[in-house]
């Protein structure tokens, strides 16, 4: 399974990016999906997960009600859109990959893509 996340870029605050996070691959090695991230000098920490379906979803505390995860199965996609960017969402951001359901805990996803940095300025 090979993930390539891509979207990343410099924002100021209150605007908006769209993750991309393409996979290819045996299908069920990324029916859950998540993304990720990690600012300088921290930990990688959850952000928003999906299961095969699309019927759950689950999103850290922190981008509760800005964030929305989504997938096209046609294209094999999940997407992060971040809308009212804060300059604390600031980090590189990953997609990751697992069998089934949701997630939030890294050693829980097998596979992970390489990465793309948000910036938001304030």
């Known amino acids: 399974v090979q993930l390539q996340a891509s979207g990343g870029g410099l924002v100021q605050a209150g605007g908006f990016l769209r993750l991309s996070c393409a996979a290819s691959g045996r299908t069920r090695s990324f029916a859950g999906m998540g993304w990720f991230r990690q600012a300088p000098g921290k930990e990688r920490e959850f952000v928003a997960a999906i299961n095969w379906s699309g019927s759950i979803t689950d999103y850290a505390d922190s981008v509760k009600g800005r964030f929305t995860i989504s997938r096209d199965y046609a294209k094999n996609t999940v997407y992060l859109q971040m809308n009212n960017l804060k300059p604390e969402d600031t980090a590189v951001y990953y997609c990751?990959?697992?069998?089934?359901?949701?997630?939030?805990?890294?050693?829980?996803?097998?596979?992970w893509g390489q990465g793309t940095q948000v910036t938001v300025s304030s």
């Open positions: 990751a990959a697992r069998p089934d359901g949701v997630a939030r805990w890294v050693p829980d996803y097998n596979f």
